[in-house]
């Protein structure tokens, strides 16, 4: 189980990892990126951690 948090402070919305995600938990508001889906369905792929560019995602599991 994992838990997904993105910085708002820090994404710059560039909308690169949401398109990336297998479980399809990132979603883009029109200005940044926000987890919107049920987290439990995570892989720990850490694929939006890699493509972001600000660091503003974090993966920690549980
Ligand atoms: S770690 Fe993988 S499955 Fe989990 S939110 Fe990021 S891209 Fe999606
Ligand atoms: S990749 Fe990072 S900066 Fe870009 S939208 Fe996602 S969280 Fe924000």
Request: hydrophobic share 30%.
């Amino acid at each position: 189980m994992y838990i997904v948090a993105i910085d708002e402070e820090q994404c710059s919305g560039c909308n690169s990892c949401t398109a990336g995600c297998p479980a399809r938990l990132l979603k883009f508001n029109g200005e940044k990126a926000e987890v919107a889906g049920d987290e439990s369905e995570c892989l720990g792929c850490e694929s939006c951690v890699t493509v972001c560019p600000t660091g503003a995602v974090s993966i920690t599991e549980m």
